[in-house]
T-cell receptor, first 114, second 112 residues
Framework: DSGVTQTPKHLITATGQRVTLRCSPR?????VYWYQQSLDQGLQFLIQ???????AKGNILERFSAQQFPDLHSELNLSSLELGDSALYFC?????????????FGEGSRLTVL | DQQVKQNSPSLSVQEGRISILNCDYT??????FLWYKKYPAEGPTFLIS?????DKNEDGRFTVFLNKSAKHLSLHIVPSQPGDSAVYFC???????????FGKGTRLHILP
């Protein structure tokens, strides 16, 4: 158990819809990272927050947005969903402001867009 | 642009033998290199890392080697055990960019 909690574990929805994925980091961790893993793809970095502020951005679509709340949990919002958005979305946390090592990953949220 | 490449999608190794997983990168600004292991239905877990100023780091059965001139790193597992069967992700980070870039992963099968 990494201490990172993601909900929901599975989500099935239709094209054009909007979903919200939630992540609770490990106790004490200030940094939250979101990654997308599509079929046959590695972990694609989406976005990072540190203590409520956006710190780094990767290949995140404009239809996607995220935020980190004062209690440090984070939400990833995916809107106008397309079939290609079907993927496993991972949240990870760390206690460091900048990347030097270990991230702790949640079990992921599997999104299926029909 | 894939900055971290794992060119072998899968690898099969006999139990007890050495497993060698390879990774190439293109960005010479990376400061740290990491290996993560992932079992089905679980999130990736950190395995071992190496700073760009070192060429070897060892932790039990796991050793990571870094060849900066070739922009290549490898993970050695000796001896390989059945529980090592998993997907292994190579990753790299640059402190100034503050993000970890992952490769596509290599699926390791340990054969009895």
């Amino acid at each position: 158990d990494s201490g990172v909690t993601q909900t929901p574990k599975h989500l099935i929805t239709a094209t054009g819809q909007r979903v919200t994925l939630r992540c609770s980091p490990r106790s004490g961790d200030l940094s939250v990272y979101w990654y997308q893993q599509s079929l046959d793809q590695g972990l694609q970095f989406l976005i990072q927050y540190y203590n409520g502020e956006e710190r780094a951005k990767g290949n995140i679509l404009e239809r996607f947005s995220a935020q980190q709340f004062p209690d440090l949990h984070s939400e990833l919002n995916l809107s106008s969903l397309e079939l290609g958005d079907s993927a496993l979305y991972f949240c990870a946390s760390s206690d460091r402001r900048t990347i030097t090592g270990e991230l702790f990953f949640g079990e992921g949220s599997r999104l299926t867009v029909l | 642009d894939q900055q971290v490449k794992q060119n072998s999608p899968s690898l099969s190794v006999q139990e007890g033998r050495i497993s060698i997983l390879n990774c190439d990168y293109t960005n010479s600004m990376f400061d740290y290199f990491l290996w993560y292991k992932k079992y089905p239905a679980e999130g990736p877990t950190f395995l071992i890392s190496i700073s760009s100023i070192k060429d070897k780091n060892e932790d039990g059965r796991f050793t990571v080697f870094l060849n900066k001139s070739a922009k290549h790193l490898s993970l050695h597992i000796v001896p390989s055990q059945p529980g090592d069967s998993a997907v292994y992700f190579c990753a790299a980070s640059a402190v100034r960019d503050d993000k970890i870039i992952f490769g596509k992963g290599t699926r390791l099968h340990i054969l009895p």
